[in-house]
């Protein structure tokens, strides 16, 4: 599965040379995605597509004044081997999801954050994690308007080597409006909650 | 009164600036903060300081590869006229505080920015909007390590002509404390009343 964020052109372009082929500087072959042999060797050819991209388009981004920002989460299992995440930057260097680091986020990640922060652990039930992967869309749709439905989702289970749920979340689906209705009521009545500061007259 | 995010020593040569004056480019006179007539020309004050900064330390700053990075706020009345707040940018450039607009963040924004556009108002009672601050601070520390206490505060009331509050919440403050724990239990309890997600087998 890959998920991608950043300057359309350019991610669609990486995708396309992971699909059609295209010389490894080293070798001299043509190599793609559906010949890596581990997904390390995988995330290592996208790597090398974003930067075969940017060489080859880098320039005119410049001179457009167009920052060439894009990122990648690149992640699956080849049967045998072990399931993993990778995060892949616009240089083509990347970083694994571990136990320490539970969840990666791309696109415009500050806003959805903190509750990802407080509640996905490594051990987190799959669905709870989609349902607080929801809400932390939710913060990133109220906070900046130019992120907007849909949503697509994605649940890959270890040893599965299928999607268990591959869905595109649209504006009016019933679910997501009302975890988002919840969710506002909630934290409404969480703020609400909490006693006023002590703070009125303080001075240093 | 003024708050500062971005480069330190930038920052507080403006401050310096407004104190001690500066000559006005076109004017040719030396202007200080407190022979400003209004706010606004004392916003433009600010904002003059500011590019006087960048016109002299900017090179230096650049050559060491460290951006411009700075902002400010910056509010308070004149007595017979209003209270006012502007936010300032690395340009001098600024934008003024309004009902639409009921809210201004500078520095690291966007971690605490969801409670803020849900929760901020208007016509929100000061120590709710208080408190609302605290909360919102407390999402930034928890998603961004290199953010830490103490958190100044400060309190001005239209019309009082000097600040109500004016304290340093230390990491120690009882309160705060209390706050920051009410919050994440309060979240978890809200996350967890959220049915689980329908859309398991779902595939397009």
């Known amino acids: 599965m890959i998920a991608a964020a950043g ?6 372009s990486v995708i ?17 995605l559906e010949d890596m042999r581990t ?10 597509a974003v930067r075969r991209v ?15 920002d894009l990122s990648f989460l690149f992640g699956g299992q080849i049967a045998g ?9 616009a240089a083509g260097n990347f970083i694994e999801c571990s136990q320490d680091m539970p969840f990666m986020q791309i696109g415009e990640p500050k806003y959805g954050k903190p509750i990802l922060d407080r509640a996905v652990t490594h ?6 994690a989609l349902k607080i992967g929801l809400i932390s869309m939710d913060s990133t749709l109220k ?6 439905p849909p949503v697509d989702i994605a649940v890959l289970r270890r040893d599965v080597l299928t999607t268990e749920v591959d869905w595109r979340i ?6 997501f409006h009302d975890l988002r209705d919840r969710w506002s009521a909630a934290l409404r009545a969480a703020h609400m909650a909490i006693p006023p500061p002590p703070y009125e007259n303080m001075r240093r």
């Open 54 to 68: 940017r060489q080859v388009e880098g320039a005119a981004y410049e001179q457009a004044s167009v920052a060439f």
């Open 143 to 148: 906070s900046n308007l130019g992120v907007g």
């Open 39 to 48: 997904m390390f060797a995988a995330a290592q050819l996208v790597g090398r």
């Open 170 to 175: 649209e504006a009016t689906d019933p679910y």
């Open 7 to 12: 300057i359309l052109s350019a991610t669609q």
């Open 16 to 32: 396309n040379l992971l699909i059609e082929g295209f010389e490894n500087p080293e070798s001299k072959e043509i190599e793609r």
């Open 123 to 128: 051990d987190v039930e799959i669905y709870d």
């Open 81 to 89: 081997s072990d399931m993993r995440l990778f995060q892949i930057y």
